[in-house]
């Protein structure tokens, strides 16, 4: 049974540094990317970044690049998000998702989110960022 198991997230100060991770289980597929949306309140939920089971590539939104990164550790089966520089922007909801690389890419490139085309989500992780 696919499970994803999120956790981190909490109250930040502008500039301030969180981690989220994301435990993924039962997931059979070699080729999928696992990866974070967020959706701030009043709007559409929106990619963050994932990164590739096949090579570890990483895609990161132009929105938080240089200061998110994604990794993972495949011992763990865990993918990490480290946010730095916080700003109040990025107080959201933030979702785990597990998907195939072609949804994940499709979804990166035509910015548009079918949430019915991710295998699993999970249950979402507050993050606020507030002086």
């Known amino acids: 049974q696919l499970q994803l198991v999120e956790s981190g997230g909490g109250l930040a100060h502008p500039g301030g540094s969180l981690r989220l991770s994301c435990a993924v289980s039962?997931?059979?597929?070699?080729?999928?990317?696992t990866g974070w949306f967020r959706q701030a309140p009043g709007k559409e939920r929106e990619a963050v970044s994932f990164?590739?089971?096949?090579?570890?590539?990483?895609y990161v939104s132009d929105s938080v690049k240089g200061r998110f990164t994604i990794s993972r550790d495949n011992a763990k089966n865990t993918v990490y998000l480290q946010m730095d520089r916080l700003k109040h922007e990025c107080t959201a909801v933030y979702y785990c998702?597990?998907?195939?690389?072609?949804?994940?890419?499709?979804?990166?490139?035509?910015?548009?989110?079918?949430?019915?085309?991710?295998?699993?989500w999970g249950q979402g992780t507050l993050v606020t960022v507030s002086s």
């Open positions: 990164i590739s089971s096949a090579d570890g590539s990483t």
């Open positions: 039962g997931y059979t597929s070699n080729y999928y990317g």
């Open positions: 998702a597990v998907g195939s690389l072609a949804t994940w890419i499709n979804t990166w490139m035509d910015g548009k989110l079918d949430i019915n085309n991710f295998a699993a």
